[in-house]
């Protein structure tokens, strides 16, 4: 079949439903500060509701923002060149993709570009369920046609190319943006090579734009992300940046990486940047530089992250697990989706029949803070659960795991050691499931 090329339609966007009345917080954001509320009244929380990296910066990125702590000018609006340079070289040695500096946009938070993505592209979003909390608002603000995509416990929850295909077939010159976001938030699955070869296959074969959102990649527990971008490098977007795998979330600053066919609509996003944010705080863009160039020392933060990650992620799981809870083992990030659609009839005898009721009195009984299934696109009857295991701290755990020798496993101390709230926490929703 003669190979078509990628849609580059620079019709502007449409009807814009710009009226947001009645719009809810993000579900991620609002959990935290409800947590901080009830703290503050003197209440225990395990706060498992917000997804933000225990780690601290590391040093040498820590150091670089201090040393560049006077630069105060305007950057240009696709970022420091420097960077752009770092950011393009960090996808070239990690996963061999070719993108160069004109490829890479800087951005205040991927989120933020995210949102710029979806304003200056007419077609419609597709999001394989469960989703990160923000894809489907930000499109609803702007007045973007939502497809949600459902997928299946059986399948760890990953999007198969079967559905993507049935998705594209009916009305083939449809244009749209697929979100594939792995290691996934709120997941913790990822996708193999060959699962990431067939849905490029797709992909191309209905010239669907896809947005690879792999914020969490260096969070792999093995170290062993696999880019999307290799194997559909001409209609591929990747999505990066600092606030998971360099712990700087409220650094804001996110990475679009384009591929050239794209190009016009990296442009298109610059331009609409230049009348909003303008540019990217330059403090941090000079430290970001550093970050992205990695080294030893970056290398050494990330595998005592990883390994601290995926020693605390499967206890939780088999903990879950034995109390009759319905939840795969991750295999990065720091996320749990445990469903425990197991245990309805014992939940409904004590009032609960939604997600969001499970949710509530598990925070109101037993202190922890998780959030429902619904907020990421699930069916609000279904009873399950996004939990981030990230209530510890994690610098004192780095510290803690440079003292045993990587050829050897955490000894099973550590965790209650290093990670009690987190472990304290699901001990808690155990006993509880059993009452």
């Given at each position: 079949m003669k190979q078509r090329n990628l849609r580059t339609d620079r019709s502007p966007a449409v009807n814009l439903n710009l009226n947001v009345r009645g719009m809810r917080p993000s579900a991620t954001v609002a959990i935290n500060e409800h947590s901080n509320a009830l703290i503050a009244q003197g209440r225990e929380v395990f706060k498992l509701g917000l997804g933000q990296s225990p780690f601290p910066v590391p040093d040498a990125v820590t150091k670089e923002l201090q040393v560049n702590a006077f630069q105060k000018d305007y950057l240009p609006v696709k970022g420091l060149l420097v960077l752009r340079q770092a950011v393009a070289d960090y996808h070239r040695r990690t996963q061999g993709t070719p993108f160069s500096a004109d490829d890479v946009l800087i951005g205040p938070g991927s989120k933020e570009l995210m949102f710029l993505l979806q304003l200056v592209y007419y077609g419609d979003l597709v999001i394989p369920a469960p989703a990160w909390v923000s894809y489907a608002p930000q499109a609803r603000i702007i007045g973007r046609q939502v497809r949600f995509m459902s997928t299946r416990r059986e399948d760890q929850w990953k999007l198969m190319p079967a559905q993507l295909e049935a998705l594209c077939a009916p009305d083939p010159e449809r244009p749209r943006i697929v979100i594939l976001n792995y290691p996934s938030n709120p997941t913790g699955g990822t996708y193999s090579s060959a699962e990431l070869k067939e849905l490029a296959a797709v992909a191309r074969k209905y010239r669907v734009i896809l947005l690879s959102d792999e914020?969490?990649?260096?969070?792999?527990?093995?170290?062993?992300?696999?880019?999307?971008?290799?194997?559909?490098?001409?209609?591929?977007?990747?999505?990066?940046?600092?606030?998971?795998?360099?712990?700087?979330?409220?650094?804001?600053?996110?990475?679009?990486?384009?591929?050239?066919?794209?190009?016009?609509?990296?442009?298109?996003?610059?331009?609409?940047?230049?009348?909003?944010?303008?540019?990217?705080?330059?403090?941090?863009?000079?430290?970001?530089?550093?970050a992205f160039q990695g080294g030893l020392d970056i290398e050494r933060y990330l595998v005592h992250s990883r390994r601290i990650l995926k020693h605390l992620g499967r206890w939780c799981a088999k903990t879950l697990g034995e109390a009759g809870v319905q939840v795969a083992?991750?295999?990065?990030?720091?996320?749990?989706?445990?469903?425990?659609?197991?245990?309805?009839?014992?939940?409904?005898?004590?009032?609960?029949?939604?997600?969001?009721?499970?949710?509530?009195?598990?925070?109101?009984?037993?202190?922890?803070?998780?959030?429902?299934?619904?907020?990421?696109?699930?069916?609000?009857?279904?009873?399950?659960a996004r939990l981030a295991y990230v209530d510890f701290d994690g610098a004192k755990a780095l510290f803690a795991s440079t003292q045993v020798p990587l050829e050897e496993p955490l000894p099973d101390t550590f965790l209650d050691a290093q990670c009690y709230n987190c472990t304290e926490a699901i001990r808690r929703v155990a006993s509880w499931l059993g009452e």
């Open positions: 914020i969490y990649g260096e969070l792999h527990h093995k170290g062993q992300h696999v880019s999307l971008a290799r194997f559909y490098p001409e209609g591929t977007i990747v999505s990066a940046g600092l606030s998971k795998w360099c712990g700087a979330g409220g650094w804001r600053l996110g990475t679009f990486a384009f591929p050239h066919t794209l190009g016009w609509l990296r442009d298109a996003m610059a331009a609409v940047a230049s009348e909003t944010f303008t540019s990217t705080s330059a403090p941090i863009q000079y430290a970001a530089v550093r083992k991750p295999e990065g990030g720091f996320y749990l989706f445990p469903d425990f659609e197991p245990l309805r009839a014992r939940l409904e005898a004590r009032g609960i029949h939604s997600g969001a009721q499970l949710c509530l009195q598990m925070l109101d009984e037993v202190g922890v803070a998780m959030l429902p299934g619904e907020d990421f696109g699930r069916p609000a009857e279904e009873l399950t």
